[in-house]
Antibody
Framework: EVQLVESGGGLVQPGRSLRLSCAASGFTFDDYAMHWVRQPPGKGLEWVSGISWNTISIGYAGSVKGRFTISRDNAKNSLYLQLNSLRPEDTALYYC???????????????WGQGTLVTVSS | QSVLTQPPSVSAAAGQKVTISCSGSSSNIGSNFVSWYQHLPGTAPKLLIYDNNKRPSGIPDRFSGSKSGTSATLGITGLQTGDEADYYCGTWDSSLITDVVFGGGTKLTVL
């Protein structure tokens, strides 16, 4: 059974940093691209960042480019998202998401974690 | 303001059929595959349709997808109360501004 378990969320002040982690199991992690998708309270889904199976191809949403960094450790079956210079508008439930392909260029995500909540407030 | 446009809400009676539209542009829907997701409150989103019209294993054939030009449609037949959820379309965007774009979501109410 595929499992994606996020951790690292919490309450943080504007301008500070946070690191999200996602522990994956139940599938061959390094065969698939992985992404982060977030959902602000009361709003819809917003894609944040994606990384190919071999880390060569990485992409970010314009709203987080230059502030967030995605990475993965295939040896540890783990996905990460470093969130720097956080803003109140970054407040959201952050989902770790598995792609159906190894390449980054797909919008088809067949497994989602339960999410970790990031709240940016003073 | 979402890149893909969906109706905020749709409703239909149990047992009936409903369609949800998703409108985009040549840089997203017009040149890439479309996916559809079902999001029940308090749960993780579920992939219903990928590559415009394919269903992952375990998704009943009551759910269908189609695409024409820069628009896509999700169809649900034999509506059940358990289908009440938010539905999102998503696709790759070739504009280089972002990678994946989602619609704003459509709330389905089963009467």
């Amino acid at each position: 059974e595929v499992q994606l378990v996020e951790s690292g969320g919490g309450l943080v002040q504007p301008g500070r940093s946070l690191r999200l982690s996602c522990a994956a199991s139940g599938f061959t992690f390094d065969d698939y691209a992985m992404h982060w998708v977030r959902q602000p309270p009361g709003k819809g889904l917003e894609w944040v960042s994606g990384i190919s199976w071999n880390t060569i191809s990485i992409g970010y949403a314009g709203s987080v480019k230059g502030r967030f960094t995605i990475s993965r450790d295939n040896a540890k079956n783990s996905l990460y998202l470093q969130l720097n210079s956080l803003r109140p508008e970054d407040t959201a439930l952050y989902y770790c998401v598995k792609s159906i392909t190894s390449a980054r260029a797909s919008s088809s995500f067949d497994h989602w974690g339960q999410g970790t909540l990031v709240t940016v407030s003073s | 303001q979402s890149v893909l446009t969906q109706p905020p809400s749709v409703s239909a009676a149990a047992g009936q059929k409903v369609t949800i539209s998703c409108s985009g542009s040549s840089s997203n829907i017009g040149s890439n595959f479309v996916s559809w997701y079902q999001h029940l409150p308090g749960t993780a989103p579920k992939l219903l349709i990928y590559d415009n019209n394919k269903r992952p294993s375990g998704i009943p054939d009551r759910f269908s997808g189609s695409k024409s030009g820069t628009s896509a449609t999700l169809g649900i037949t034999g509506l059940q109360t358990g289908d009440e959820a938010d539905y999102y379309c998503g696709t790759w965007d070739s504009s280089l501004i972002t990678d994946v774009v989602f619609g704003g979501g459509t709330k389905l109410t089963v009467l």
